[in-house]
């Protein structure tokens, strides 16, 4: 589980990428809960990297990238 927030303008888009490839997710706004499921297709046995991109209201743009 991710936290994913904009206290100003909001979050408009999200992509999430795991070992490259685009990966289904939830995402709850109430709690700020980006949820990945292990279960996707583009995790593979070992390490993998998990890339989210977060776009506002505005434009602004965040990325998070980590290894799991």
Do not use: M, Q
């Not at 999430?16 to 499921?37: F, M």
């Not at 583009?42 to 390490?47: C, I, L, N, T, Y």
């Amino acid at each position: 589980n991710f936290s994913v927030a904009d206290g100003l303008s909001g979050v408009d888009k999200i992509e999430v990428l795991v070992n490259g490839e685009w990966t289904l997710y939830e995402y709850d706004a109430k709690y700020s809960a980006l949820r990945i499921y292990r279960d996707e297709p583009a995790f593979v046995s070992g390490e993998d990297k998990i890339e989210i991109k977060v776009v506002d209201v505005v434009g602004n743009v965040a990325t998070c990238s980590v290894n799991i």
